[in-house]
């Protein structure tokens, strides 16, 4: 049985080991704690006390026990602080308010006209002060505000991203956003926010090997191995979407030929239907997704065939990511996989089975997300929690409500 360990470094390990339980299986027991973690029960009583003691977790209630004294539940504190998820998409940015359970509070949504970096960061600023103004909340209530975007998000000193479709080259996000938001900043690529959440709180649960993808204007997916979430090198690792299918394919926005992308992002699809039926190619994608689904569910013939490619393009896309990293679930999100979700993952499995190894797809499943369109602004405020368990910067306890250090 572990002992408990006075290293300052393993002993935030511990804390973070019993915090991530807690978030993920609450209400359970000291017993169950140390049952699962493999501290022992002084190592365990020591830091639920200390947790106790920040107003973190509260003690909800007993349940009986076998021949002894009922045990103590214990679980996250709604109240102890709050934190804010936000989704900076390409056709809409959601700013979501949650407690420290991640319940939503309230939410803003507004359009997003152009993607240009400082009409963004006016953008999110004025979703803010609407929260603000609605809600009432103090800056010092929130422990963090997340952000999920696209593009790559580099975190090499400096926290920049590039957006190729949106001409974005090592934009200075993080720096931008200083001056308008009152709390610590975390921003991240918007695949692996909602890979987070899946994996927390949605279909992802349990999995240790995970790819959850996300289908909207564009195309990502972010990798859970072993529990963990995979990065690579330069966080740049899931950038899915701009694997090639075709050579000398369709041009994508990243400036590259026969991408993923192209072929199973919103306007890729749009552009298949218009190519099978003659017409123009709408803008409004949103409007013409649905239009495409709608005309599926009449028994348009052409709107068939499109969704039938669609499935293959896809399938042979799960089939490449399935061969190379063997997951035991994938998911499927993202506004654009929510809405044809049913229709494609019916038609997407034979493809799969098609195109991929007989060993990647040994106790593969394939299931749809849960949490729709809030998963990536739930994951963008898991990306503040994943900071605070790891104890990355220091906590400053201010009654029950607490917040990061920015430094």
Not at 56 to 81: D, H, K
Not at 151 to 180: F, K, N, T
Not at 237 to 257: F, V, Y
Request: hydrophobic share 40%; with cysteine; proline share 5%.
């Amino acid at each position: 049985m572990q002992q408990p360990n006075r290293s300052p470094n393993l002993r935030q390990r511990n804390r973070e080991a019993i915090l991530r339980y807690l978030f993920l299986h609450a209400p359970c027991s000291r017993l169950e704690l140390s049952q699962v973690t493999g501290l022992s029960p002084g190592a365990v009583t020591n830091i639920v006390a200390e947790l106790l003691d920040e107003r973190v977790i509260y003690e909800q209630g007993s349940i009986e026990s076998e021949g002894g004294r009922p045990r103590v539940l214990l679980a996250p504190n709604p109240t102890f602080c709050m934190l804010v998820g936000v989704d900076l998409g390409e056709t809409h940015l959601q700013m979501e308010l949650f407690d420290f359970t991640l319940r939503c509070l309230h939410q803003v949504r507004l359009p997003v006209k152009e993607s240009h970096p400082d009409t963004d960061v006016q953008l999110i600023a004025r979703a803010w002060r609407e929260l603000v103004q609605a809600t009432g909340i103090d800056s010092e209530q929130v422990l963090g505000i997340g952000i999920g975007v696209p593009g790559v998000v580099e975190h090499d000193g400096d926290i920049a991203v590039a957006a190729p479709h949106w001409h974005w080259e090592s934009v200075q996000l993080y720096r931008l956003l200083q001056a308008y938001l009152p709390a610590p900043i975390y921003i991240d690529n918007g695949a692996k926010a909602m890979t987070l959440a899946e994996s927390w709180f949605g279909a992802g649960r349990n999995a240790r090997h995970l790819a959850v993808i996300l289908i909207g204007t564009g195309v990502g997916a972010g990798i859970i191995t072993h529990g963990e979430l995979y990065r690579g090198a330069t966080n740049s690792a899931g950038e899915w979407g701009h694997t090639k299918l075709l050579p000398g394919g369709r041009q994508c926005r990243c400036g590259s030929h026969g991408c993923l992308e192209a072929y199973v992002g919103a306007p890729g699809i749009l552009r298949t239907w218009a190519e099978m039926t003659g017409a123009a190619v709408t803008n409004d994608q949103v409007a013409g997704l649905y239009a495409l689904h709608e005309a599926w569910r009449s028994g348009d013939i052409s709107a068939q065939r499109v969704l039938d490619t669609t499935a293959q393009y896809l399938g042979l896309g799960l089939a490449n990511l399935a061969n190379l990293f063997n997951p035991e679930r994938i998911v499927l999100g993202g506004w654009v996989g929510s809405l044809l979700g049913e229709t494609l993952l019916n038609a997407v499995r034979p493809y799969l089975t098609q195109y991929a190894l007989p060993p990647s797809l040994r106790n593969l499943d394939i299931c749809l997300g849960q949490l729709g369109q809030e998963a990536v602004c739930t994951g963008a405020a898991c990306l503040v929690l994943e900071r605070f368990f790891q104890g990355h910067k220091r906590f400053q306890k201010r009654g029950i409500s607490g917040r990061l250090d920015n430094e």
